[in-house]
């Protein structure tokens, strides 16, 4: 008996391919993986940089004294929250008629559904002209 010889892969043969490439595959699909949660995070944390850049640039106009607690919109959905607390007596300012005082404000970051971006503590001075200081 003669054997002819066949051409192309045998079944065993293509099973033993795709399970190599599968275990080849695993590794890159668990890299994609990695790469996507990383650019998860980024985005994240730059939205949270850019929120809190935001809150400061605020905060560096608003006079604690006067408005101890408040809310304000930074926009994109952000909401600015802070809470100011004394941590000095007021004192009168030698020139220009301005009652000061020190406060740490708490200031409190959300997104447009509530959750919490970033919380931090800051000091600032407060304000008041004298003739309106108590």
Same mark, same amino acid.
């Given at each position: 008996?003669?054997r002819?010889? +066949?051409s =192309?892969?045998?079944?065993i043969?293509a099973?033993?391919a795709v399970?190599?490439i599968a275990?080849?595959? %695993? @590794?890159?699909?668990?890299? +994609?993986?990695q790469?996507?949660?990383t650019?998860?995070?980024? +985005?994240?944390?730059? +939205?949270?940089?850019t929120?809190?850049r935001s809150?400061?640039?605020m905060l560096?106009?608003?006079?604690?004294?006067?408005?101890?607690? =408040?809310?304000?919109?930074l &926009?994109? &959905?952000?909401?600015?929250?802070?809470?100011?607390? @004394? %941590?000095?007596e007021?004192a009168n300012?030698?020139?220009g &008629?301005?009652?000061v005082r020190l406060y740490?404000?708490?200031?409190?970051?959300r997104?447009r559904?509530?959750?919490?971006?970033s919380?931090?503590?800051?000091?600032?001075?407060?304000w008041? @002209?004298?003739?309106?200081?108590s």
């Open positions: 008996m003669v002819r010889r +066949q =192309g892969f045998s079944v043969e099973l033993v399970a190599i275990v080849a595959l %695993i @590794p890159l699909a668990q890299l +994609q993986g790469a996507s949660r650019a998860a995070q980024h +985005q994240s944390l730059q +939205q949270r940089l929120a809190e809150a400061l640039a560096r106009d608003l006079n604690v004294m006067a408005e101890e607690n =408040g809310e304000r919109s &926009g994109g &959905g952000v909401s600015l929250h802070w809470s100011a607390r @004394p %941590i000095s007021a300012a030698t020139r &008629g301005f009652s740490t404000v708490r200031v409190i970051l997104d559904g509530g959750r919490m971006l919380t931090f503590d800051l000091e600032q001075v407060g008041r @002209p004298l003739a309106d200081a």
